[in-house]
Protein backbone atom coordinates (compact mmCIF):
# COMPACT_ATOMS: atom_id res chain seq x y z
CA UNK A 1 0.00 0.00 0.00
CA UNK A 2 1.56 3.18 -0.88
CA UNK A 3 -0.65 5.36 0.85
CA UNK A 4 1.15 4.61 4.13
CA UNK A 5 -1.24 6.67 6.87
CA UNK A 6 -3.28 9.39 6.84
CA UNK A 7 -4.33 11.47 10.21
CA UNK A 8 -6.50 14.18 10.73
CA UNK A 9 -5.07 15.65 13.67
CA UNK A 10 -7.65 18.39 13.73
CA UNK A 11 -10.42 19.95 11.81
CA UNK A 12 -8.50 21.36 9.57
CA UNK A 13 -5.19 20.06 9.13
CA UNK A 14 -4.27 16.67 7.77
CA UNK A 15 -0.88 14.45 7.76
CA UNK A 16 0.08 11.76 5.17
CA UNK A 17 2.76 9.49 4.39
CA UNK A 18 3.64 7.68 1.30
CA UNK A 19 5.86 4.79 0.97
CA UNK A 20 6.80 4.10 -2.81
CA UNK A 21 6.55 0.74 -4.35
CA UNK A 22 5.70 1.21 -7.23
CA UNK A 23 7.98 1.83 -10.48
CA UNK A 24 8.57 5.51 -11.91
CA UNK A 25 6.55 4.99 -14.85
CA UNK A 26 3.42 3.74 -12.65
CA UNK A 27 4.15 6.97 -10.73
CA UNK A 28 4.51 9.45 -13.34
CA UNK A 29 1.26 7.95 -15.18
CA UNK A 30 -0.75 8.73 -12.14
CA UNK A 31 0.82 11.88 -11.68
CA UNK A 32 -0.07 15.31 -13.29
CA UNK A 33 3.05 17.93 -13.39
CA UNK A 34 3.69 20.69 -14.79
CA UNK A 35 6.31 21.93 -17.24
CA UNK A 36 8.52 23.47 -14.53
CA UNK A 37 8.06 20.57 -12.39
CA UNK A 38 8.90 17.84 -15.14
CA UNK A 39 12.39 20.10 -16.04
CA UNK A 40 13.08 20.06 -12.09
CA UNK A 41 12.55 16.01 -11.91
CA UNK A 42 15.10 15.83 -14.96
CA UNK A 43 17.43 17.35 -13.28
CA UNK A 44 17.35 15.14 -10.07
CA UNK A 45 20.24 12.90 -10.09
CA UNK A 46 18.85 10.00 -8.36
CA UNK A 47 15.54 7.92 -8.89
CA UNK A 48 14.81 7.40 -5.75
CA UNK A 49 14.79 11.38 -5.29
CA UNK A 50 12.39 11.70 -8.28
CA UNK A 51 10.23 8.83 -6.86
CA UNK A 52 9.95 11.19 -3.72
CA UNK A 53 9.15 13.74 -5.51
CA UNK A 54 6.36 11.85 -6.97
CA UNK A 55 5.58 10.66 -4.22
CA UNK A 56 4.72 14.35 -2.37
CA UNK A 57 2.22 14.85 -5.61
CA UNK A 58 0.77 11.55 -5.03
CA UNK A 59 0.06 12.70 -1.26
CA UNK A 60 -1.59 15.83 -2.55
CA UNK A 61 -3.63 14.36 -5.13
CA UNK A 62 -5.14 12.29 -2.11
CA UNK A 63 -6.44 15.68 -0.71
CA UNK A 64 -7.59 17.30 -3.74
CA UNK A 65 -4.69 18.82 -4.58
CA UNK A 66 -2.53 18.64 -7.63
CA UNK A 67 0.84 19.64 -8.80
CA UNK A 68 -0.48 23.18 -9.74
CA UNK A 69 -1.45 24.15 -6.43
CA UNK A 70 1.67 24.15 -5.16
CA UNK A 71 4.31 27.38 -5.77
CA UNK A 72 7.77 27.69 -4.31
CA UNK A 73 9.11 31.09 -2.52
CA UNK A 74 12.79 31.60 -3.47
CA UNK A 75 13.62 30.41 -0.07
CA UNK A 76 12.23 26.93 -0.89
CA UNK A 77 9.29 26.71 1.26
CA UNK A 78 6.30 25.02 -0.54
CA UNK A 79 2.86 27.05 -0.65
CA UNK A 80 -0.38 26.29 -1.38
CA UNK A 81 -2.36 28.81 -4.05
CA UNK A 82 -5.95 28.53 -1.95
CA UNK A 83 -4.51 29.94 1.49
CA UNK A 84 -3.68 26.27 3.68
CA UNK A 85 0.15 26.04 4.20
CA UNK A 86 1.94 22.75 3.36
CA UNK A 87 5.10 21.36 4.55
CA UNK A 88 7.18 18.53 2.82
CA UNK A 89 9.57 15.69 3.70
CA UNK A 90 11.09 12.99 1.90
CA UNK A 91 13.47 10.38 3.05
CA UNK A 92 14.66 7.20 1.36
CA UNK A 93 11.44 5.17 0.41
CA UNK A 94 9.36 7.81 2.12
CA UNK A 95 7.41 11.06 1.57
CA UNK A 96 5.15 12.92 4.13
CA UNK A 97 2.94 16.27 3.87
CA UNK A 98 1.53 18.22 6.66
CA UNK A 99 -1.68 20.67 4.94
CA UNK A 100 -3.45 22.85 7.59
CA UNK A 101 -5.49 26.18 7.62
CA UNK A 102 -2.59 26.96 10.21
CA UNK A 103 0.89 26.96 10.83
CA UNK A 104 2.66 23.64 10.89
CA UNK A 105 6.17 21.73 9.86
CA UNK A 106 7.32 18.15 8.94
CA UNK A 107 10.54 16.09 8.88
CA UNK A 108 11.46 12.80 8.53
CA UNK A 109 14.91 11.43 9.48
CA UNK A 110 16.12 8.08 9.22
CA UNK A 111 17.38 6.64 12.44
CA UNK A 112 21.31 5.94 12.06
CA UNK A 113 23.87 6.81 15.00
CA UNK A 114 25.47 9.51 12.75
CA UNK A 115 23.63 11.73 14.51
CA UNK A 116 25.87 11.25 17.60
CA UNK A 117 29.14 12.99 15.82
CA UNK A 118 26.90 15.74 14.39
CA UNK A 119 24.83 17.20 17.64
CA UNK A 120 27.02 19.78 18.48
CA UNK A 121 26.24 21.46 15.37
CA UNK A 122 22.47 21.83 16.12
CA UNK A 123 21.96 21.75 19.97
CA UNK A 124 23.87 22.80 22.99
CA UNK A 125 21.39 23.30 26.11
CA UNK A 126 19.71 20.03 25.02
CA UNK A 127 22.49 18.27 26.41
CA UNK A 128 21.74 19.21 29.60
CA UNK A 129 18.94 16.41 29.88
CA UNK A 130 20.26 13.91 27.67
CA UNK A 131 22.23 10.50 29.09
CA UNK A 132 24.29 9.40 26.07
CA UNK A 133 25.67 6.29 27.95
CA UNK A 134 22.40 4.77 27.23
CA UNK A 135 23.19 4.73 23.15
CA UNK A 136 19.56 4.06 21.69
CA UNK A 137 17.47 5.79 23.49
CA UNK A 138 20.25 9.05 23.04
CA UNK A 139 20.48 8.13 19.57
CA UNK A 140 16.96 8.70 19.03
CA UNK A 141 16.12 11.44 21.38
CA UNK A 142 18.84 13.34 19.46
CA UNK A 143 16.80 12.09 15.57
CA UNK A 144 13.46 13.56 17.79
CA UNK A 145 15.39 16.87 18.26
CA UNK A 146 16.83 17.25 14.99
CA UNK A 147 13.62 16.41 12.93
CA UNK A 148 12.27 18.99 16.12
CA UNK A 149 14.49 21.25 14.52
CA UNK A 150 14.15 20.50 11.03
CA UNK A 151 9.97 20.98 11.03
CA UNK A 152 10.22 24.00 13.01
CA UNK A 153 12.48 25.66 10.69
CA UNK A 154 10.39 24.72 7.67
CA UNK A 155 6.94 26.48 9.25
CA UNK A 156 8.87 29.67 10.23
CA UNK A 157 11.64 29.71 7.17
CA UNK A 158 13.36 32.47 8.69
CA UNK A 159 16.89 33.77 7.24
CA UNK A 160 19.54 33.53 10.39
CA UNK A 161 17.30 30.84 12.26
CA UNK A 162 19.66 28.85 14.13
CA UNK A 163 18.77 25.52 15.47
CA UNK A 164 21.45 25.33 17.54
CA UNK A 165 21.14 29.25 19.49
CA UNK A 166 17.38 30.27 18.46
CA UNK A 167 15.69 26.62 18.46
CA UNK A 168 15.50 24.92 21.83
CA UNK A 169 13.68 21.29 22.47
CA UNK A 170 12.57 20.82 26.18
CA UNK A 171 13.18 17.53 27.98
CA UNK A 172 10.92 15.36 26.94
CA UNK A 173 10.08 11.33 27.06
CA UNK A 174 9.92 8.82 23.79
CA UNK A 175 7.22 7.31 25.49
CA UNK A 176 5.17 10.38 25.25
CA UNK A 177 5.64 11.00 21.64
CA UNK A 178 5.36 14.71 22.08
CA UNK A 179 6.90 18.04 23.94
CA UNK A 180 7.52 21.27 23.34
CA UNK A 181 9.78 23.51 21.39
CA UNK A 182 10.84 27.11 21.81
CA UNK A 183 12.10 29.82 19.90
CA UNK A 184 13.43 33.17 20.53
CA UNK A 185 14.44 34.40 16.98
CA UNK A 186 14.27 38.36 16.25
CA UNK A 187 10.75 38.81 16.82
CA UNK A 188 9.63 35.39 17.79
CA UNK A 189 9.31 34.75 21.54
CA UNK A 190 6.97 31.17 20.89
CA UNK A 191 6.40 27.67 22.09
CA UNK A 192 5.11 24.80 19.90
CA UNK A 193 4.26 21.54 20.28
CA UNK A 194 5.88 18.99 18.80
CA UNK A 195 4.72 15.35 17.77
CA UNK A 196 6.71 12.02 16.53
CA UNK A 197 6.72 8.51 16.13
CA UNK A 198 8.91 5.58 14.45
CA UNK A 199 8.03 4.71 11.11
CA UNK A 200 10.15 1.80 10.50
CA UNK A 201 14.06 2.72 10.82
CA UNK A 202 12.98 6.19 10.44
CA UNK A 203 11.54 9.01 12.90
CA UNK A 204 8.41 11.07 11.80
CA UNK A 205 8.31 14.66 13.44
CA UNK A 206 6.02 17.42 12.88
CA UNK A 207 5.09 20.64 15.13
CA UNK A 208 1.82 22.52 15.14
CA UNK A 209 2.27 26.93 15.17
CA UNK A 210 0.02 29.89 14.60
CA UNK A 211 -4.19 29.56 13.99
CA UNK A 212 -3.50 25.23 14.84
C1 LIG B 1 15.71 23.19 3.70
C2 LIG B 1 15.72 22.15 4.77
C3 LIG B 1 14.74 22.59 5.86
C4 LIG B 1 15.29 20.81 4.16
O1 LIG B 1 15.21 19.78 5.10
P1 LIG B 1 15.84 18.33 4.86
O2 LIG B 1 15.68 17.55 6.12
O3 LIG B 1 17.21 18.47 4.31
O4 LIG B 1 14.98 17.66 3.70
P2 LIG B 1 13.46 17.21 3.72
O5 LIG B 1 13.30 16.15 2.72
O6 LIG B 1 12.97 16.92 5.08
O7 LIG B 1 12.70 18.51 3.22
C5 LIG B 1 12.81 18.94 1.91
C6 LIG B 1 11.64 19.87 1.66
O8 LIG B 1 11.72 20.99 2.54
C7 LIG B 1 10.99 22.04 1.92
N1 LIG B 1 11.75 23.26 2.10
C8 LIG B 1 12.92 23.62 1.53
N2 LIG B 1 13.30 24.84 1.95
C9 LIG B 1 12.34 25.26 2.81
C10 LIG B 1 12.15 26.44 3.57
N3 LIG B 1 13.02 27.46 3.53
N4 LIG B 1 11.06 26.54 4.34
C11 LIG B 1 10.16 25.53 4.40
N5 LIG B 1 10.28 24.38 3.69
C12 LIG B 1 11.37 24.27 2.91
C13 LIG B 1 10.79 21.69 0.44
O9 LIG B 1 9.43 21.39 0.25
C14 LIG B 1 11.64 20.45 0.28
O10 LIG B 1 11.13 19.47 -0.59
P3 LIG B 1 10.81 19.77 -2.16
O11 LIG B 1 11.80 20.80 -2.61
O12 LIG B 1 10.97 18.44 -2.82
O13 LIG B 1 9.42 20.27 -2.19
C15 LIG B 1 17.12 22.00 5.40
O14 LIG B 1 18.01 21.39 4.55
C16 LIG B 1 17.71 23.31 5.85
O15 LIG B 1 18.18 24.11 5.10
N6 LIG B 1 17.72 23.54 7.14
C17 LIG B 1 18.19 24.81 7.69
C18 LIG B 1 19.64 24.96 7.74
C19 LIG B 1 20.23 24.41 8.97
O16 LIG B 1 20.32 25.11 9.93
N7 LIG B 1 20.58 23.11 8.91
C20 LIG B 1 21.08 22.34 10.01
C21 LIG B 1 22.41 22.73 10.51
S1 LIG B 1 23.02 21.55 11.62
Known amino acids: MPLYKSVTINDTTRLLVWKNTESMEELSQAVRLKDVCVHKMDKMKSEAHRKAFLGVRMLMQEIGYTD ?3 FYTPDGKPHLKDGNTIS ?3 SYAFSAII ?5 SGIDMEMQREKVITIAEKFMEPEFAYLD ?8 KKLIVIWGVKEAVYKMLSRKGLSFKQ ?9 ANAQGIAQVKFEDIHAQYPFYFEEIEEFTLVYCLGKNN
Open 68 to 70: YDL
Open 88 to 90: ITH
Open 99 to 103: VSSGE
Open 132 to 139: PTHLDTYM
Open 166 to 174: HIEVFPFEL
